[in-house]
T-cell receptor, first 111, second 113 residues
Framework: DAKTTQPNSMESNEEEPVHLPCNHS???????IHWYRQLPSQGPEYVIH???SNVNNRMASLAIAEDRKSSTLILHRATLRDAAVYYC????????????FGTGTRLKVLA | DSGVTQTPKHLITATGQRVTLRCSPR?????VYWYQQSLDQGLQFLIQ???????AKGNILERFSAQQFPDLHSELNLSSLELGDSALYFC????????????FGQGTRLTVV
């Protein structure tokens, strides 16, 4: 399984953009990069996923490096409700697809 | 609301006992995943099913077993419970196993006393 490295914690001010980095240098060429977040006392929640090009949805943007060894989740305007643990997860393929959660980044949003 | 239903929400039981956790996936989802989350271990992948068949296995103990039924609901059976099995157990579902959005339930909090 591909390994990921994320900062343990980050802080952001409310209404400002947040860039959450993830290194996944061992990812294979066909593995998508998924991002989930877990708000306090809730189950994980899908944020976004992509393969090579940058992706946008209503929650966030995903910027994937050209060599695919790293990616950045971008929250364009952080709100207090975005305070959560964010997980970067490389999808594993070859018939044994599973989501392996690492330790994630705990995002604190300051009012 | 993710559409994934887990029952019960809370469960308190004694060591040595056996419990069954139930998961109803979102309508139309064929794949089900089980995870264990304890304070010191984070989210641990246990097992995945797709349309009734086991597709992937994580660090699931031999005392634990699971299955997915023809109506696609899934059950996780935990036996010979130990204090260390106390955790939040999450179920997730997705349409297919690969490269798609997975939806998580609110979890079952198991306390072993």
């Amino acid at each position: 399984d591909a390994k990921t490295t994320q900062p343990n914690s980050m802080e952001s001010n409310e209404e400002e953009p947040v860039h959450l980095p993830c290194n996944h240098s061992t990812i294979s060429g066909t593995d998508y990069i998924h991002w989930y977040r877990q708000l306090p006392s809730q189950g994980p929640e899908y944020v976004i996923h992509g393969l090579t090009s940058n992706v946008n949805n209503r929650m966030a943007s995903l910027a994937i490096a050209e060599d695919r060894k790293s990616s950045t989740l971008i929250l364009h305007r952080a709100t207090l409700r975005d305070a959560a643990v964010y997980y970067c997860i490389p999808g594993t393929t070859s018939g044994t697809y599973k989501y392996i959660f690492g330790t994630g980044t705990r995002l604190k949003v300051l009012a | 609301d993710s559409g994934v239903t887990q029952t019960p929400k809370h469960l308190i039981t004694a060591t040595g006992q056996r419990v069954t956790l139930r998961c109803s996936p979102r309508s139309g989802d064929l794949s089900v995943y089980w995870y264990q989350q304890s304070l010191d271990q984070g989210l641990q992948f246990l097992i995945q099913y797709y349309n009734g068949e086991e597709r992937a296995k994580g660090n699931i103990l031999e005392r634990f077993s699971a299955q997915q039924f023809p109506d696609l609901h899934s059950e996780l059976n935990l036996s010979s419970l130990e204090l260390g099995d106390s955790a939040l157990y999450f179920c997730a579902s997705s349409v297919v196993p690969e490269n798609t959005e997975a939806f998580f339930g609110q979890g079952t909090r198991l306390t072993v006393v």
